[in-house]
């Protein structure tokens, strides 16, 4: 079941499996931003991830002694049982709360709010976390939205570049081959604040940063006007992530971390793990601004 809002700038299209943002279309252009799943090359749009962002070593995790499967990137992607509680002409709002389902693969109860809502030229995206076990409970949350690139015809995947909001001195930290992360990093912004895309940038796998200053990354062409911007104040690390060679880019704002390589497995050892005591609530959001 697909959920559609729009306002006099912007139509957007969110999925009910997993809350996936599956198109955002300028009213003024038509013009398509969200990547639309090619199963071929890759067949997601934007997943939402919870409690887990990344891979585990071995696929598996141990927590308080036991050991859970919890999958890559969590358990909201592809989840069939979201709740639509309430809708608007501009907005959405899913819940989904823990079940036996659930607490074979992640021990701690909870309930997940994920809401959509358009204000002018902006998509905010927010998130809450409500802690309904007898204790605290541990969790990651993330984005992974997939925007097309090139956006117009006559342009390709070289005339792009992300701006970020200040100039950067930074490193990405390298994964290993089985998409873990390393003690490797490799400098990627030298004092700049462009990231040129080329369409070898990926061949190593996404670029995760842990120590950008910036909260702020737009998409930009050298040959058309148009700016995406993805605003993530509320969020530590960023990760930047397509196909070799695919006609798209993922800005991907992140609390939490894949496992590390070296791990001995303990879920509540992960980088960047949020913590959460008993009957608190977090929240997190970030934003998808189209300028035309």
Known sequence: MNHTISNLQLQVIVLNKGTEIASI?????EKEYIWQ???????SHAPVLFPAIGSFKNDMCTINGKEYCIPKHGFIRHNENIVLKKRTTTSLHFELECSEETLK???????????????????VV?????????????????AHPAFNCPIN??????????????????????????????????LVLDNTNVLNLTPTL??????????LKSKRV?????????VLTVSYS???????????NAPFVCIEPWLGIADHENTDGDYLKKDGLISLPKGKIFEAKYSIEIEE
């Open 218 to 226: 737009s998409l930009k062409s050298r040959k058309s006007n148009q």
């Open 37 to 43: 799943a090619d199963p071929a090359i890759w067949g």
């Open 153 to 186: 015809e006559g342009e390709v995947y070289s005339d792009y570049f992300l701006e970020f909001e200040k100039t950067e001195h930074a490193s990405r930290t390298l994964l290993s081959q089985n998409g873990l992360i390393s003690n490797r990093t490799e």
């Open 105 to 123: 693969i992640y021990p701690f109860k909870f309930k997940f709010y994920i809401t959509f809502e358009l204000n002018k030229s902006k998509l």
């Open 234 to 244: 509320d969020f530590n690390y960023l990760g930047v992530w397509a196909k070799p």
């Open 126 to 142: 927010s998130h809450k976390v409500e802690n309904l076990d007898d204790g605290e409970i541990f969790f990651s949350l993330g």
């Open 202 to 211: 990926f061949n190593e796998d996404a670029l995760i940063f842990k120590t």
């Open 25 to 29: 279309k300028s009213k003024s252009t």
